[in-house]
């Protein structure tokens, strides 16, 4: 290319200034300033996807002065599909050619920033991509080394007449580069083009300018080329210019050449190339010689244009992911802005310009939040955009940065990641934190995805509780945080103090990190205990001593290496009494001054029969003296939260000072909402407890009413108190019968009456006489009630069903009582069907009234008791609302009639017959018959060994035989009952092979047929299965993480003796002597699977204890406790 256009009088090298003989110089790595693009080209990468070549180019319409194309090699989709890499503007990262400047300081070479682009590109579009050029051989001479990288549309490089160099072409990932440096691998592109424009020479053949070009998979030149094609050397091709050129003739866009430019072109395509090998030199002669390039097949889809074409405007220069190009689509005209100027502020879905499509006016609205930061201001209405625009961007927005978060209050603390720790490519995925949630030093709060789509973790850097988080969405780039911290962290809060509890744990020594407990909440401690333990800054243990005695109430939750800085006072655990359970109004509470010697009656257990004054007196039990409270010791829970009680169940038992036992039982029905979780066996309660309510009672709750139910509600003026059920579950009830009775406080009854004709699907079982329907329901529904259940013909025994014309119909009135006879077409019932909607179904008459006929001669026996008024398909399942019996045939008489006279005839014959001699032989000689051996008795199959035990499979019934218990079945404690889910060693799954949605249907020798009583389904299993053996709880344990011996051990007690370290995974610290696991587990182990849990790979602490907690709950207590 001949450079009078390009040069200036500091082009030549001998007049810019040089850097001293004494610099030290020193290569640099190569800086990359820019954000990388999240998204990737499949021409660029090893790892993309196979794409057809793409040119994106090809498909503008042409301007007037267009007078040619040449689409070639691919056919007509070649340009279309084959990707390119496109240069930045301002893309010139490093530029220091065989280390001759301009930029000596960095390293050798030339780098320039470009973006994939083009149909073929994928999922990777818009991937950044760095072109490293190196040089690599030749005896190159710069004429003006500052003028190396890029002009224009071009990449370029310009050398001396007489000089060469041999330049080795790569490719690399910008972000990988940012990330890696100098480590970072070179890219496999799966398509690439490589397009050389204006070979030419000086006059006389001078400077005669030549590319040499290898590894390609074909090159292409013009037919009319102006290019000489040979073999060069290394196996390359070598182009050679043959014209006299000027400045005036350069190209200035890869993708609109006159047809002199693109007679001085050569385009050669590569596929699976990492490296490309380029020679470009110039022959003897005066001046220098510009070399231009582009990554893309110019040659094959530029555009023939006449000479002055007018190019398309330079693209819009951006910046992903902070700057957001709105780009339009194929085959649209510009019409106009909307408002929309550099500076201006818009929100997501602000309309920015308005274009003319194929399907009308649309309209282009900012997909984010922020600032326009530029826009191709030199459009006019009507412009063609394929034409005018090169990539299809109109306007840049500039995304708004987030605002840091503050940090204002007493040791609050940014939680990072912070800079260098997260790859700022990479895009937000979610928070695995929530604001008021505690978190740990190394913890994750959050998750990314990389530029590759890998996801990544981050960590918090501050242990404490999450103060704020970064209002980040799915999709969010992370560079929106500008200082790259998403979160704060508070110091950890300290605990509540009050009248009854106070500080027990100060640690007042600085640098001290917290290391482990030594008391449980409920111990008793009394002053200078130790309590825990810490580390100072070298390691060293330091105890940690209760500062005041009392029962523990309360311990920070905070994980070993917590620095005591980072709680709130510095306090690690308070003393005093429990707080008090809860109690709202309307709930129970369960006092502990009411206790009774165990088997007495209390307030519950017993009042059927009773009357309201002995009812009274059952409830006002005399409290325990002071005396007595004092010396009440609690034993244990027999409930827990969330079960339902009814009057009279046991919450809870004690033992008095001389070991004698008492109780507290329901004194109402009920949800328990609350319990005392911290109690312990052996406590005083007296002495542990502000108050005296062990437990509170709350409502039942509401039955399950479904749009096909109708509720039977107690009035609610008034205390009305339950008395009796007048109706059960499965009753067949009609719109006002008498379902319950309740009573006044003055003795006078009140019944509570259906609300529908149906079934009784539900009601309320715990409720009990006496109880006080407002106080122990939340809405007062007690019972509810279904559509009446189908009645059927049964044509055998000659029943007919009465069928209406639809579920539809709307039901008047009955013409017959059961019991009536009526003959076939005799009128049953009258409906009404409701008008047919237009364009819906026919109906018959619509909206007019329908007698439905009996379907023969017979007896009415039954007739559903519907409303009228109301739609059948809202009162009972099928459409046969009736009966009839059409009893015996008529040929069934006429037959008997015909066998009483055979009879007769045969009587007739014996009568009138002649008596026959009689021969009489003689006498037989009398032996006795030896007798018969009775026929064995058939041997009984033995029956199989256990429980039998049968389930519905989807009407299948699988019959299993349990030998030991629990069955480690969850379910939803109602009956009948279903099989929800199984525990983590569950008898049931593993042995019996039972499966998640069986119904039991059978326990032994008894059918449940559906038996609704939980309770009572429950009790029967416990019963049969007390005396089984217990199933063992298998824990696997190997002495190394990746040691492949396993060893298995069987636990059948709890505790099981064994102590273990507070980190995931869960190792051996410590067994216990004479404790199950004595003997046969070793310190230092790991345990690696508990019950059908594989925990080897876990690394979460509580989610394993909480495997092993729930693996041993089912196991015998032995009573022992291990220190």
Sequence with gaps: MSSRILIDNLDDAELRPRPSRGWKRTIAAVVLGAVGLAAGCSLVAQRSHSHAPSMVQSTREQPPQVIGREEVVGGADFCKKYPYLKYRPNGVVNNNLEKKGPEYTKSEGI???????????????????????????????????????????????????GSSVRLQFSFKDKADAESLGDKCPNLKMNQLALTFFD??????????????????????????????????????????????????????????????QLNRAVTALFSDVEKVDVEIGAGAGMGPRFFTFVARPSLLCAATVQEGYKPPLDDLPYELPMQMPIKVAEKEKFKSWAGSTVGRKVAVGDVLFITDAADGEKSYKAPVAGTIHSIQSKLKVGEDLDTRLDDKTVCVIQRDYLAPLPTDTVGCVKGGPGHGDIDPHSHFVKYEKEVGETIAEGEVFATVKDHHQNEQSLKSKAYGVVKARQDLHTGDPIMTVKDANFITVDPYPALATGPNTMKAAVVEQDGVAFDEYKVQVGDIIKHGDTVGTGKD??????????????????????????????????????????????????????????????????????????SDAEVQASQNHPALSQAEKEGLMFEKYHVQKGDTVEDGTLIATFKDKAGKKLEVRSHQPGVVKHLLDGLQEGMYVSKVMEDENMATIGRLPNLDVSRAERGAFAPNSGSLHFDEWKAHVGDVVSKGDTVAV????????????????????????????????????????????????????DPIHRVLGVEAPSMDAIFDHYAVKEGDKVHGGDTIAVVRMPPAVSGGSRRLQGGSLINIPSPGTGTVTKLQPLEPGKRLGDQTLTPTIATVDMGPPWWLL??????????????????????????????????????????????????????????????????????????????????????????????????LGVKAGWKLVRIDEEELNNN????????????????????????????????????????????????????????????????????????????????????????????????????????????????
Aim: hydrophobic share 30%; with cysteine; glycine share 10%.
């Design 111 to 161: 780098v320039l920033e470009t973006v994939a682009v083009g149909g073929g590109a994928g999922d990777e579009f818009e991937q950044e991509v760095l072109i490293q050029v190196n040089a690599i051989g030749g005896d190159y001479v710069p004429f003006a080394s500052r003028l190396n990288g890029l002009q224009g549309h071009y990449g370029s490089i310009n050398l001396k007449s």
């Design 199 to 260: 070979l030419d020479e000086g006059k006389n053949h001078k400077s005669s300018e030549y590319v040499e070009i290898g590894g390609f998979d074909s090159y292409h030149v013009k037919d009319s080329t102006e290019v000489k094609v040979s073999d060069g050397s290394h196996g390359r091709k070598r182009f050679q210019a043959s014209t006299y050129g000027t400045g005036e003739d350069n190209p200035l866009d890869p993708m609109h050449l006159t047809p002199q």
């Design 537 to 610: 800054k070298d390691g060293n243990s330091v105890p940690i001593k209760a500062s005041v005695g009392g029962i523990v109430t309360a311990r920070q939750d905070i994980e070993p290496g917590t620095p005591m800085s980072r709680v709130g006072d510095h306090n690690l655990l308070t003393t005093g009494k429990f707080a008090p359970c809860p109690r709202e109004e309307h709930q129970g509470a369960i006092l502990f001054s009411k206790a009774v010697p165990e088997g007495s009656h209390q307030a519950g257990t017993s009042i059927e029969g009773m």
């Design 742 to 793: 309740l009573k006044k406080d003055n003795g006078e009854t009140q019944v509570v009456k259906a609300a529908r004709s149906g079934e009784v699907t539900e009601r309320q079982e715990h409720l009990n006489p006496g109880d006080v329907v407002s106080e122990v329901t939340k809405d007062n529904d007690i019972l509810t009630v279904g559509k009446l259940p189908p009645i059927e013909g």
């Design 894 to 991: 006429l037959l008997g009639a015909m066998v009483a006279l055979c009879c007769c005839f045969a009587c007739l014959f014996q009568v009138m017959k002649k008596p026959a001699p009689v021969y009489k032989p003689m006498p037989p000689v009398e032996t006795t018959p030896e007798p018969e051996p009775p026929a064995p008795e058939p041997v009984p199959e033995p029956k199989p060994e256990g429980l039998r035990l049968d389930f519905n499979d989807k009407g299948t019934i699988r019959t299993v035989y349990a030998k030991y218990r629990p069955l480690g079945i969850k379910h939803e404690f109602v009956a009948p009952i279903i099989v929800d889910d199984f525990t983590i060693n569950a008898y049931a799954e593993t042995e």
């Design 1012 to 1123: 609704p009583n939980f309770d009572e389904v429950n009790d029967k299993i416990t019963h049969h299965m007390k005396d089984f053996p217990l199933w063992p709880l298998p824990i696997e344990f190997r002495k190394n993480v990746d040691d492949t011996e396993k060893r298995v051990v069987k636990f059948v007690e709890r505790p099981i003796g064994l102590e273990f370290t507070n980190l995931a995974p869960i190792q051996v610290g410590k067994v216990y002597e004479g404790s199950p696991a004595d003997q046969k587990v070793e310190v230092g182990w790991f345990i690696t699977k508990i019950g059908k849990a594989d925990v080897h790979s876990s690394h979460d602490f509580r989610e394993v204890m909480g495997n092993l907690k729930e693996g041993v709950q089912p196991l015998t207590d032995n009573g022992k406790k291990y220190t």
